[in-house]
């Protein structure tokens, strides 16, 4: 009964159910999603993704393709946008679930939002019953499934199909059904990683356009599985040897786990994310310039040293977003290591000079506190040989050290000027509608035609 | 190295490689292909996924859609292609791979050549590179694999990719990344059966997209994994327990599985098959008519007694096909059981009656010899009190038993009629041009616009 319990809660929430806070952290995830999309643009992967979709698709549609400009057939935007915003790794993730959330549910969203005039509500709506329906699927599935399958692909597609059944109006049945075709089209496996090629884009398009294809059929009377994620030939028995069916019902409509998904705030491995604030916190206490610090220590868990420890001379952007000492080098100088600190500076003479005063070192409380909890520690040692320590309980971006919606705007700013996917012009007049999206009555374009 | 040797076979075959007698069964098995997907016109699952193809694809392409009559781009017309020609359980399979190739094959085969202008050696040569790819995929994958998931399904995504990739004109490289991205994609569960839902035709059809999408995206320089079917974080790592990576390659370029494909003549149940034959045989020896046999008994394997025994009164078309009864009643009636005598006759009067005169007994000689050979074995009590035996060795549609070029058109004949997916007159033309292919210069379109 659990994908059953799960279909008719995506099918029957109301805006009215959601609790205002989780109504207003949805709108920051939308706004935070909309930075990362902007960000994919011009980038190859998902430049390729976007020209197969000219290709095979209508020359026009009634959904913003956001890379290009161009419009499109919802599928085709949903599933352009989905690669785009999965491309800068600054998308939002669900520590528990291991799963991405956004950049799955907001395209498909968005694509049937304005393909259908949908409200700002409904728009939000679907979206919660997205987030609620993916992180619980991720949940489920567990480690086993994470080692080998990309989670984001494969609970994706569920999340995907939730967000576009609400959409489309689904009955509990019929998205019970869309849950069928989803899971049986859920895919993405690793193993791109080891020759860093181009998957983890094309993961996140087919999970939202395979989503949105099986709520679509299944509003047309399409049947799929009854039970696709517990049943002995469905996702769990095929994909997964810990799969835990109750965490797929786990306080659905009194937990709200899109209230639990993190924002990154830097441009690199989440590993680097509590010393990099722990470093800030300590400079911004002391008034520190990076010129002032002579030694790094950070403390951390072993997950950490495991991650990052081999990434000892960074050649490339993507390498060194995977080095502590290169990642607080960026932190120390600029304050933050976003996408264009990254691509500017990753080895510039004093980047490197930085680099090479940073060490890790296992701290046993963050160890233990880990995964629950992401602690952040350093030790600085300063020019004028004073021993500071610095330490924060949860990265920014965490619920509990969230975004304000002053740094959402700017983290999203920052990547469009960094992408030139947008003017800043354009990024403040849709960020501004989108901010009062749950008042509009129809979901509009949310950038013009191309500059 | 094997999934590279794979796709360096799969980019580099030539026609001149391929034996005349694989070449003339290529031909074979792309008219009874051709006959399958005609006869789901009509069919409310294939219908659906057309809807879906038209409202979000182009009005019009440069590859034709059978059923409907239209046009669309490569994408959609591959996509619908597959969905139609999996549905009268008509179309081919490979014993060793339980795999079914023509229905993911030769739907991109088509819809690619008909959109690049490619001769009709060069179809026939990507069919065979997709043919050889996908079953030795499904070879690879092994029985933990059929288990759960739908071998057509995950394999036929990259069946579909070395075909798509190999018109393309893909090199070796590009086709290894057309892999790793066909291969991030597979997917298809049998969690549908327990309820009996639509998802047979949606995994062909995503099988067809996903690949085709694949190798349109490594054309255009987007990559892949390397070692999609045997890396630790792959195919095989995800979803079966006993691959085997030896067969990826096994006889490549010697051994044509192609050739090892086997044609479905009765509408029913696989399990029926050798023992229809048999009756066929004694009946025709003998010139008996149904009303000349008192009764029948089938000497059978343990699996035709575990799929087949608990169906004793079979309430739809569907189930009926599972009843050995029922297959035998319409064989010794009609001479055949295709899907206008399930359809008409699967509960009249004479058939139930005969089915009532039908049992099925474990034989040790055709139990030792399943599923290396299918042996049908059949005793006989006429009216007329005499006793008298029946044997194949290879059911009809198996390679040491195929079908004559006349037998193959008379079977798409008969589904397009059953369907009404095209004239006589139509099926005739279109039959005869693919007969003739290999001197076809270009692919033209197959039938004409809706009658």
Redesign the interface.
């Known amino acids: 009964m659990t994908t059953a319990s799960l279909a008719r809660f995506a099918a029957e929430l109301r805006f009215e159910d959601i609790p205002t806070p989780v109504v207003r952290r949805a709108e920051d995830l939308l706004v935070d999603w909309f930075g990362s999309a902007i960000a994919g643009h011009g980038t190859?992967?998902v430049e390729?993704?976007a020209?197969?979709a000219r290709?095979?698709?209508?020359?026009e549609g009634a959904s913003e393709v956001l890379v290009g400009r161009g419009t499109s057939?919802?599928?085709?935007a949903a599933m352009v946008n989905a690669a785009a915003s999965h491309v800068a790794e600054q998308d939002d993730v669900h520590n528990g679930s291991v799963f991405h959330p956004a950049t799955v549910v907001f395209p498909v969203a968005l694509a049937w939002a304005q393909a259908l005039g949908a409200s700002g509500q409904q728009l939000l709506t679907a979206a919660v019953a997205g987030y609620e329906v993916g992180i619980r699927v991720g949940e489920f599935l567990g480690r086993s499934h994470y080692?080998?399958?990309h989670t984001t692909?494969t609970a994706g597609t569920l999340a995907a199909a939730a967000t576009a059944g609400h959409l489309l109006g689904l009955d509990a049945v019929r998205m019970q059904?869309a849950f069928?075709?989803a899971?049986?089209?859920?895919?993405?496996?690793?193993?791109?990683?080891?020759?860093a090629?181009?998957?983890k884009q094309?993961?996140t398009a087919?999970a939202a356009a395979?989503g949105l294809?099986a709520a679509?059929?299944a509003r047309?009377?399409?049947?799929?599985?009854?039970?696709?994620l517990e049943?002995?030939?469905?996702?769990a028995?095929?994909?997964s040897s810990d799969a835990d069916a109750r965490k797929l019902t786990d306080g659905l409509g009194t937990r709200w786990a899109l209230a639990e998904t993190s924002f990154k705030y830097h441009a690199s491995c989440r590993h680097t994310h509590p010393a990099a604030d722990a470093l800030l916190a300590v400079m911004q206490a002391h008034d520190l310039r990076a010129d002032d610090i002579a030694e790094v220590q950070t403390q951390v868990h072993q997950g950490a040293i495991d991650v990052l420890g081999p990434v000892v001379d960074p050649a490339t952007v993507h390498q060194s977003k995977f080095s502590m000492g290169t990642v607080l080098a960026l932190v120390a100088r600029f304050g933050q290591a976003g996408l264009a600190e990254f691509d500017a500076h990753f080895r510039d003479d004093a980047t490197r000079a930085f680099h090479d005063r940073v060490r890790m070192a296992l701290d046993a409380e963050v160890d233990a506190a880990y995964p629950r909890r992401w602690i952040g520690k350093v030790t600085v040692r300063t020019r004028d040989g004073r021993v500071l320590e610095g330490r924060v309980d949860e990265p920014k971006g965490d619920p509990g050290n969230t975004l304000s919606r002053d740094e959402i705007t700017a983290k999203a700013l920052r990547l469009a000027a960094f992408s030139g996917g947008a003017s800043e012009a354009e990024m403040r007049d849709a960020i501004g509608a989108l901010w009062r999206v749950a008042d509009a009555a129809k979901v509009g374009r949310l950038l013009g035609a191309q500059a």
């Open positions: 190859r992967p390729t993704i020209a197969f290709a095979m698709g209508p020359a057939s919802p599928y085709f080692k080998v399958f692909g059904h069928g075709s899971g049986t089209q859920a895919a993405g496996l690793w193993e791109f990683l080891r020759t090629a181009d998957s094309l993961h087919h395979a294809m679509s059929l047309d009377g399409f049947t799929g599985a009854a039970q696709i049943g002995s030939q469905g996702m028995a095929g994909m």
